[in-house]
Nanobody, 121 residues
Framework: QVQLVESGGGLVQPGGSLRLSCAAS????????MGWYRQAPGKQREMVAV???????QYADSVKGRFTISRDNAKNTVFLQLNSLKPEDTAVYLC???????????????WGQGTQVTVSS
């Protein structure tokens, strides 16, 4: 069982910045991939930025050049730096981790509770 704890959201003005973090905890697991998604009211959840298992990154077109995903492997933590924020970035940002339980060989995806990012003047 893996638990994700997210933090760093808040209220910022357009053009501002935030840094989100997501820490994975538990035992007997291996992270295959991890990343950030977001969901605004009335909209479908979308991928924002992810690390694949080989370390490659992917970004949504809407955030390229503004957001940066990074990680601290020793702490099982993934970060998302959000710069040049726009009102349309307002959403709940959720961490997702694709995990293999190496004891049972089960593979599953788990989600954090989400952290609210609000961009408004």
């Amino acid at each position: 069982q893996v638990q994700l704890v997210e933090s760093g959201g808040g209220l910022v003005q357009p053009g501002g910045s935030l840094r989100l973090s997501c820490a994975a905890s538990g035992s007997r697991f291996r992270i295959n991939a991890m990343g950030w998604y977001r969901q605004a009211p009335g909209k479908q959840r979308e991928m924002v930025a992810v690390f694949s298992s080989d370390g490659d990154t992917q970004y949504a077109d809407s955030v390229k050049g503004r957001f940066t995903i990074s990680r601290d492997n020793a702490k099982n933590t993934v970060f998302l730096q959000l710069n040049s924020l726009k009102p349309e970035d307002t959403a709940v940002y959720l961490c997702n981790v694709d995990v293999t339980n190496w004891g049972s060989s089960l593979r599953y995806s788990t989600w954090g509770q989400g952290t609210q990012v609000t961009v408004s003047s």
